[in-house]
């Protein structure tokens, strides 16, 4: 059987796309082992015999279906999560909390990135690794520019972003 993460894109986030964990959770037991969620942000640990790209769409179906929101889904290896968190560029004496991975739905065209490395961000700094988004935010995620509406409109992409300490305690979860 395979772990997987699964990122929800933008739940509970500004009183929009409310999910309550608790019902969510209930909801994939019925399809799925060993379910766990992670704070109230849709961060979702499973188990399943069902490839990624299953789960994806089905996880996806399930939320339309069942509590009518269209909500993007990422969906992880727990290989795949170590990998992401290995490749972070910043220093990691950093904050966590101010060390941010955003996973995209495609990797960014090369155009559209070069416009993007022509921003003025001030004192943020970001690193794109193929369908990653990596960002260090000195001043916090309160008064960032980069923000995932500012980084999906610029980059024409979805995305959905944790900052390095969920990350971290949701590969704790999978090991």
Do not use: C
Request: hydrophobic share 40%; charged share 25%.
């Amino acid at each position: 059987m395979q772990i997987y993460v699964i990122l929800l894109r933008a739940v509970n986030v500004s009183g929009k796309n409310i999910i309550k964990m608790a019902e969510l959770k209930a909801l994939l037991q019925k399809h799925y082992n060993n379910v766990q969620t992670y704070i109230q942000s849709g961060n979702i640990i499973l188990q399943t015999d069902q490839d990624k790209q299953f789960v994806k769409s089905h996880i996806y179906a399930l939320i339309k279906e069942h509590l009518q929101l269209d909500i993007e889904v990422f969906v992880l290896t727990a290989d795949e999560l170590s990998l992401i968190i290995r490749d972070n560029p910043f220093d990691v004496d950093l904050a966590f909390n101010n060390v941010y991975i955003t996973l995209l739905d495609q990797k960014p065209d090369e155009e559209i990135i070069r416009q993007f490395d022509e921003l003025d961000l001030g004192d943020e700094k970001y690193w794109i690794q193929g369908d990653v988004l990596y960002f260090y935010l000195p001043k916090g995620m309160a008064n960032s520019k980069l923000s995932n509406p500012f980084i999906e409109r610029k980059l024409k992409v979805k995305g959905t972003g944790r900052n390095l300490n969920t990350m971290h305690k949701l590969l704790d979860l999978v090991k």
